[in-house]
């Protein structure tokens, strides 16, 4: 089955830029999904097909996708971006979704 | 509006079956597939399957087969998940998740249901 592969936690100081990967087997190939958990609450999409973005959600979350890795980048990070992170692409083999393991997002 | 509501939190013992209900408003239920995901604690999100309300067609991750049945009532627009022979690792919060037309990722979630599963 695929296997996506994050880092388990990211830091980064406000106003700064966050990078969150996800790697795969030529995940470049897939269309990559971001989604954004905070505690005690639902996932919500951040950015879907690679860089697009659901309404409502702010500009300063951006996405790539190419070769064997996907990033996640988030400009001018801000305390309530503190959450964690999940990418997600669909298993065409299985017909079925994968996620990855999640990246604890922690703003100094 | 998309809404996703889901039945209450249950605690089950080992060995038993439990099963889950997340009522859909706001869309026209069959023509979008639900997913199930759930989130052991502090753990990541896992996928479980999907079921399409339209046909009643499913699709199971093979690490749950043959323990998780989904189903629908559509004249309530209710999705199911059942899983049965539950062990201490059920022990979870369990999602409804509505499936995006346009391409395979998830854009409504129910509020979760926790299953916690002791003896």
């Known amino acids: 089955s695929y296997v996506l592969t994050q880092p388990p936690s990211v830091s980064v100081a406000p106003g700064q830029t966050a990078r969150i990967t996800c790697g795969g087997n030529?995940?470049?190939?897939?269309?990559v999904h971001w989604y954004q958990q905070k505690p005690g609450q639902a996932p919500v999409l951040v950015v879907y097909?690679?860089?697009d973005r659901p309404s409502g959600i702010p500009e300063r979350f951006s996405g790539s996708n190419s070769g064997n890795t996907a990033t996640l980048t988030i400009s001018r990070v801000e305390a309530g971006d503190e959450a964690d992170y999940y990418c997600?692409?669909?298993?065409?083999?299985?017909?079925?979704?994968?996620f990855g393991g999640g990246t604890k997002l922690t703003v100094l | 509006q998309v809404q996703l509501v889901q039945s209450g939190a249950e605690v089950k013992k080992p060995g038993a079956s439990v099963k889950v209900s997340c009522k859909a408003s706001?869309?026209?239920?069959?023509?979008?597939?639900m997913h199930w995901v759930r989130q052991a604690p502090g753990q990541g999100l896992e996928w479980m399957g999907w079921?399409?309300?339209?046909?009643?067609?499913?699709n199971y991750a093979q690490k749950f087969q043959g323990r998780v049945t989904m189903t629908r009532d559509t004249s309530i627009s209710t999705a199911y998940m059942e899983l049965s022979r539950l062990r201490s690792d059920d022990t979870a919060v369990y999602y409804c998740?509505?499936?995006?037309?346009?391409?395979?990722?998830?854009?409504?979630w129910g509020q979760g249901t926790l299953v916690t599963v002791s003896s």
């Open positions: 998740a509505r499936d995006s037309p346009y391409s395979n990722y998830i854009d409504y």
């Open positions: 997600q692409v669909w298993d065409s083999s299985s017909d079925g979704g994968v």
């Open positions: 030529n995940i470049g190939s897939k269309s």
């Open positions: 706001g869309y026209t239920f069959t023509g979008y597939y």
């Open positions: 079921i399409n309300p339209n046909s009643g067609g499913t």
């Open positions: 097909d690679d860089s």
